[in-house]
């Protein structure tokens, strides 16, 4: 008798097993006989027929498992591009680039910020609306996805407006921007327009949408935990809030990358080849 995982496994008559254990949590037993086999899964124990005896392959998780007794083994071996050669040679790449950036003119740094600061909002909006998040609420339970959300929403939109913050300021110092001003600032299409709506649409659900859409929804979370039942009235009251918030949030977010849009047809009109 083998007990795996507090299981025991009873091999029937004329079976021979042989079995490795290894540190990945793994168990295999392969048996060939002609007169049955066993096998261990993950919720009991099967008995499989003559005909399966030809070749059973049994995986079992047995929790933290080691080779050999009082040995730790990683569970893991660290990847060549975490290990500290590999930070030391990121770290180098990353001061000279610094250095270069330093040896720029204060116009040529001052549009390097720029773009810098506003392909990284551009580059993260795409990213969390059209592939992360479509993913995570395709691929997670809808409680899991939500909690996630939750956490991963005020990052991403702090770091949105800040980002677009930047992007304002330093476009407001970049010259040539304010040329035909005042007139040229009431203008659609203007890059202080463009960042300033993207700053605000940010900011709003950073500060508003975002937090009270996460209340309602834990709000919610508590009252099915309490037994509540979905078609109770609290329930669709925070189901309705909480969609209204949600539809509100994903035009705000849509909006400020619209504007982002706007502001990358200016800067490609400013490109010179």
């Known amino acids: 008798m083998v007990v795996l995982g507090g299981m025991a496994a009873l091999p029937s008559a004329g079976c021979k097993a042989r079995v490795g254990v290894r540190r990945n949590v793994e168990v295999r037993r392969v048996a060939s006989a002609s007169a049955g086999a066993w096998g261990v899964g993950r919720t009991g ?5 003559p005909r399966h005896c030809a070749h059973v392959g049994v995986r079992a998780v047995v929790g933290e498992a080691m080779e050999g007794e009082g040995e ?21 790449v990353a001061a000279v680039g610094v250095a270069q950036g330093a040896s720029l003119a204060g116009v040529q740094a001052l549009a390097a910020a720029h773009v810098l600061l506003f392909a990284t909002f ?44 930047g992007s304002l300021a330093t ?46 929804m834990l709000s919610r979370h508590a009252l ?37 849009v706007g502001h990358v047809v200016w800067m490609a009109s400013k490109l010179a080849f």
């Open 72 to 92: 730790e083994q990683p569970w893991l071996a660290p990847s060549v591009v975490n290990s500290a050669p590999a930070r030391l040679a990121l770290s180098t």
């Open 171 to 216: 476009a407001c110092m970049l010259p040539g921007v304010w040329s035909g001003c005042p007139t040229a600032f009431f203008r659609i299409g203007h890059p202080v327009n463009n960042l300033a709506a993207g700053v605000a649409l940010s900011l709003l659900n950073f500060l508003v949408l975002e937090p009270k859409a996460t209340e309602v």
């Open 45 to 49: 124990m099967q008995v499989l027929g």
């Open 122 to 165: 551009l580059g993260s909006t795409v990213w969390t609306t059209f592939v992360a998040g479509i993913l995570m609420f395709k691929n997670l339970p809808r409680r899991t996805f939500g909690k996630l959300q939750a956490k991963l929403f005020p990052a991403y939109f702090l770091l949105a407006s800040a980002c677009l913050v």
């Open 224 to 260: 099915q935990d309490s037994g509540v039942a979905a078609g109770d009235d609290a329930m669709k009251a925070l189901g309705a809030k909480f969609g209204k918030l949600h539809g509100a949030s994903s035009m705000a977010n849509l909006g400020a990358l619209c504007a982002g």
